[in-house]
């Protein structure tokens, strides 16, 4: 069974840019989480789908964070303009469905803004 | 709110030797409690976890965790650890009835094990 997939695994852009993550969760899984990791700290959940419905996005920056779903299957996660504090791994994540299902991670995307 | 709290930030242990990791937190609701490792360049990979029942739960890799409600802690512990146990471990929490049953886990900030020959 394919894992999650995420790329790209690196991004370097300068403050202001713009930058795309991309997630493909594992097939027939119906939620899809988005975490935030700071270096020395535990994932933060950003967002939160449902096949392609948000039910958690609390926590999301939405003046430059946004993400979409749109056929219930992959994901984007876009942040525009980007600034320092940015700079972190973007980690994607996907259960079967709500509950406590386990969440199968992927290998993340590293962030650096300069 | 939930919060975690993991007691030490960095564990060196040699190799054979017991391990605990500690994990408290804080809630004012029913839980779920994970844990999680995260191997160099990986993603998360779960552990074990509670949901119900015996407070002993047994996990993948030789671990277990023992839930203690009245301490609001979730230990995690290996009688004799591997050169290959060597990663960052995450304890997470999560309320029961979240909101349209979201699965919010919020996790603490992580112990790195080390593990020396």
């Known amino acids: 069974e394919a894992g999650v997939a995420q790329s790209p695994r690196y991004k370097i852009i300068e403050k202001r840019q713009s930058v795309a993550f991309w997630c493909n969760p594992i097939s027939g899984h119906a939620t899809l989480y988005w975490y935030q990791q700071i270096l020395g700290q535990g994932p933060k959940l950003l967002i939160q789908f449902q096949n392609n419905g948000v039910v958690d996005d609390s926590q999301l920056p939405k003046d430059r964070f946004s993400a979409e779903r749109l056929k219930g299957v992959d994901s984007t996660l876009k942040i525009q303009p980007a600034k320092l504090e940015d700079s972190a791994v973007y980690l994607c994540?996907?259960?079967?469905?709500?509950?406590?299902?386990?969440?199968?991670f992927g290998p993340g995307t590293r962030l650096t803004v300069t | 709110a939930q919060s975690v709290t993991q007691l030490d930030s960095q564990v060196p242990v040699f190799e054979e030797a017991p391990v605990e990791l500690r994990c408290n937190y804080s809630?004012?609701?029913?839980?779920?409690l994970f844990w999680y490792v995260q191997y160099p360049n990986q993603g998360l990979q779960l552990l074990l976890k509670?949901?119900?029942?015996?407070?002993l739960v047994k996990g993948i890799n030789g671990f277990e965790a023992e839930f203690n409600k009245s301490q609001t802690s979730f230990h995690l512990r290996k009688p004799s650890v591997h050169i290959s146990d060597t990663a960052e471990y995450f304890c997470a929490v999560s309320e029961r009835w979240g909101i349209q049953g979201a699965q919010k886990l919020v996790f603490g900030q992580g112990t790195r094990l080390t593990i020396n020959p």
């Open positions: 509670y949901l119900s029942g015996s407070t």
């Open positions: 994540a996907s259960s079967f469905s709500r509950g406590p299902y386990e969440q199968y």
């Open positions: 809630s004012s609701v029913s839980v779920y």
